[in-house]
Nanobody, 122 residues
């Protein structure tokens, strides 16, 4: 009923920047929190940043000060601006959202995007 589609990943040199986007579509009544996670090879998926429907944000210590999460509620889209990228930021980045669907008001469901690869290398 709801799809999340990420874009903006790619190959970047250390110290560079990338902006990830994630657009939600489908039978959406409202979206509560929207998050970015990442999973590096051989590691568990970890939370990178979260933003509430009201715009409150929180970041993992590993990206704090280098990344900014934002959202456009009118477009059901969340962004992750990443600066001063390091090789250890290399991972697949996943978008996640807690969505109240139009057909089942009052209950939120968890949706994931398919992931976008970010590679930081010289």
């Amino acid at each position: 009923q709801v799809q999340l589609v990420e874009s903006g990943g790619g190959l970047v040199q250390p110290g560079g920047s990338l902006r990830l986007s994630c657009a939600a579509s489908g039978n959406i009544k409202s979206i509560n929190t929207m998050d970015w996670y990442r999973q590096a090879p051989g590691k568990q998926r970890e939370l990178v940043a979260v933003i509430s429907s009201g715009g409150r944000t929180n970041y993992a210590d590993s990206v704090k000060g280098r990344s900014t999460i934002s959202r456009d509620n009118a477009k059901n889209t969340v962004y992750l601006q990443m600066n001063s990228l390091k090789p250890e930021d290399t991972a697949i980045y996943y978008c996640h959202a807690n969505v109240v669907v139009s057909t089942i008001p009052g209950t939120q469901f968890s949706y994931w995007g398919q992931g976008t690869q970010v590679t930081v290398s010289s």
